[in-house]
């Protein structure tokens, strides 16, 4: 089986969407599957270039369109510069999507964002919230073809944009998979306004159905406030709540993507 394609510098990179969203994908028909690093987007929004991954399943046919499944990474210190690369090199994302797929799963692309340490909100107005919505999701839901369904999950500071972009934006995503997810930013959103977006679900139809699992040795983040944002979430909407042995750490987090994929997966049908 192929290994995909790393793309670890831009001297070698693909024919991949450019910045004016334009794309040429005759490389990748009849292709097995096959990830691309380091593509990137000028972003008005955040004032410099954003890189991102894609995953494209075993088979990807640029004349049919896809679901989306957005995978956010945690916060990480130091250079970010390759932050997107994060879920695949410490998660083990691509085998992961690939024996998801092959054991019968659902086709989807899997887009993976370089989330900076911006909580995936940003400092500056909302910066990478904008970046997120209004740059990033249109250019890549044309130029690989969105069906119209998306899905959302992620870890840690991932896990909260998870929530975050969930309960803000109920009606773009059919499924959200926190795991060990922060659950408020003080400076942005308390735990009491996270609650409080929860309780709108009950005005807004259609809306996601939610996972937030929690290792019950994780001393980083609390899963008691995890807790009680999953018992507001479940009073008007369909919570999941999974705590099991595991700490802040990527062995957690890859049997916590098995199980988001097929929860995704399901959503999708």
Known sequence: MALGILVPSACNKPDKPDDNGQTNLIDLLNAEDKLYQDLTIQSQYKGQKMTYSVWLPNGYDENKDYPFLY???????GDQSHLDRYWVEKGNAQEIARKYLKDGGV???IIMPNGLSDFYIGFNNQDYEKYFHQELMPKVEKSFKCNGKRAIAGLSMGGFGTLYYALSYP???TYAYAMSPATSMSW???LDGMKAKAAALATVNP???F??????????????DAKALSD?????????WIARDGIHYWDFWQVCLEKALKKVGESFK
């Open 171 to 173: 009606e773009k995503f």
């Open 107 to 109: 086709p989807m692309i």
């Open 207 to 209: 809306h996601p159905d």
């Open 71 to 77: 995978l956010l990474h945690g916060y990480e210190t």
């Open 188 to 190: 942005f959103i308390s």
């Open 211 to 224: 996972t937030i699992e929690v290792g019950n040795q994780d001393t980083t983040v609390s899963n008691e």
């Open 232 to 240: 507001a979430i479940n009073a008007v909407a369909h919570c999941e």
